[in-house]
């Protein structure tokens, strides 16, 4: 060890033919990296590209056309726009966020740091946020400024720590359980809505097979470009209507543009009661930042070799890239509401490789797909986005949380972590349950013994209160009408 803590990942570098077998070559990639953070980072120098690093990259590139798809759409009509406003909306995220945040910050700045993506749970409230009075340009510099604050106080890191491992399980498996569900529902309900209901379980069935076989040769971390082309061609075979509709082009980058009052989203500046509409929405999306991260780095965790320590990702790095691109796209005019990209760390982290490498073929394959527009009718097509949003992530954090779960104290804390997520969100659901967990009221009664005051009931129940209230204020607690809107 003393000997390798000098050099440098060029000097200890081995190519790949020295290794018994390919796992063990990338195993070592992943020990021998040093991250600078921060600092520019070199391919070569730093880092190298593999073929591996493709597999997350178009598994990020499709996860991203289909969430930003979704979040512009739910803007769109929520304000009354039109079909051209998502389609620009869309193209200004993916070139802001893929040649700003995935190459520039993630790929050459800060390896440790992973791509600022898009914040799913978030996107059902999108409605409520418009006709709530909030603005988005509001939305964006709170979310930012309460992320930053997050992550300077590393506060982030300390709610992760906090997380014990039947927490984090019960959230993994709620997370890909309803997640499987629901696309599986998706592809269900679009095809019996085509005509063509036998295409769903042709799809599904075939998938089954390959992901079953894919994870009994070790190789599903190839999951994702298989079994979407599988997709399609079955899809294709059967009957399934598909036709291009996006032509190439480029957007209005110009904020001006974006937030006047007759052009954009035809809102104008926020002032004061609008900041104060979006305040509850940005506390919880960071509220809700800190289990996002947590399933994230658990990949990376459960998937890399022990000693790997410098290339997992740092929770509080990543929670500055997030602040940074949430502003700053949305200052561009994009419209998503930002979070670790999970549709590109969870297939990285199964293909055993680092974040760099990836992130900038990533960040390629999003301005490609951007300027070429046809890429993205095929990513939003409902057949591949389903297999691959079930494939690559659901599947993968239901297998990763059932893995957690491994004696009676953390089935316990599972259990109450699935429940509660039952009863309102996964949010309530990891708050509740840390707090609970911390404090011995379930789980491992010995972990709460090697807590602080703080650890045990000042962090725990301020995590719990704040987002409690944040939800209680836009309406996501049963039962309770939304205090604003």
């Not at 995220?93 to 945040?101: C, P, Q, R, T």
């Not at 032509?247 to 989203?265: F, H, I, R, S």
């Not at 965790?301 to 940074?324: H, I, Q, R, W």
Request: charged share 15%; with cysteine; net charge neutral.
């Amino acid at each position: 060890m003393g000997q390798t803590e000098g050099q440098s990942y060029s000097e200890l570098h081995r190519p790949s033919s020295e290794f018994a077998s390919r796992s063990d070559y990338l195993d070592h990639e992943l020990t021998i990296m040093k991250p600078r953070r921060w600092k520019l980072n070199l391919p070569g120098r730093d880092f190298r590209f593999e073929w591996e690093d493709l597999v997350p990259a178009i598994a990020g590139t499709i996860g991203i056309t289909v969430m930003y798809s979704a979040v512009m759409t739910s803007w769109a009509n929520g304000f009354g726009l039109d079909a051209n406003f998502i389609i620009e909306n869309v193209r200004v995220e993916m070139l802001v966020s893929a040649i700003l945040f995935c190459i520039l910050v993630s790929g050459f700045m800060n390896p440790r740091a992973n791509l600022a993506g898009n914040h799913g749970p978030m996107i059902p409230l999108i409605p409520v946020i418009a006709v709530s009075g909030a603005h988005p340009l509001a939305l964006a510099i709170l979310l930012g400024v309460f992320g930053l604050i997050l992550s300077v106080t590393k506060g982030g890191s300390r709610l992760v720590k906090l997380t014990s491992q039947g927490v984090a399980g019960g959230l993994l498996v709620y997370l890909g359980a309803m997640g499987s569900i629901g696309q599986i529902s998706s592809l269900k309900v679009w095809a019996d809505a085509q005509g063509v209901g036998y295409v769903a379980l042709a799809v599904l069935a075939a998938n089954i097979i390959a992901y079953a076989w894919l994870a009994r040769i070790g190789k599903r971390w190839l999951a994702i470009p298989l079994c979407s082309v599988l997709a399609v061609v079955i899809a294709l075979a059967l009957g399934a209507p598909f036709e291009f509709t996006t032509e190439p082009g480029l957007p209005n980058l110009n904020p001006a543009y974006w937030w006047g009052e007759d052009t954009g989203w035809k809102l104008g500046l926020p002032g004061v009661p609008e900041f104060l509409a979006s305040l509850p929405f940005a506390i919880l999306a960071v509220a809700m930042w800190s289990p996002d991260f947590l399933g994230h780095r658990i990949f990376q965790e459960m998937n890399y070799p022990t000693k790997a320590k410098d290339v997992l990702m740092d929770v509080d790095d990543t929670m500055t890239g997030c602040s940074f691109r949430q502003m700053v796209g949305t200052l561009f005019g994009g419209g998503n509401v930002t979070s670790s990209w999970g549709t590109y760390m969870i297939p990285a982290a199964i293909a055993k490789r680092p974040i760099p490498a990836g992130g900038i073929l990533l960040g390629v394959l999003c301005v490609i797909v951007a300027v070429a527009g046809y890429p993205m009718d095929i990513t939003v097509w409902r057949p591949v986005m389903s297999i691959a949003l079930l494939v690559g992530v659901f599947l993968p954090l239901l297998e990763a949380g059932m893995e957690m779960v491994k004696d009676t104290k953390d089935t316990q804390s599972a259990g109450i972590t699935i429940f509660a997520s039952a009863v309102v969100n996964p949010v309530f659901g990891w708050a509740l349950t840390m707090l609970l967990d911390n404090n011995s009221l379930i789980g491992d009664k010995e972990r709460s013994k090697l807590l602080g005051f703080a650890d045990r009931i000042v962090i725990p129940g301020l995590a719990f209160v704040i987002s409690t209230l944040a939800m209680a204020a836009v309406g996501m607690l049963p039962g309770i009408p939304a205090m604003v809107g």
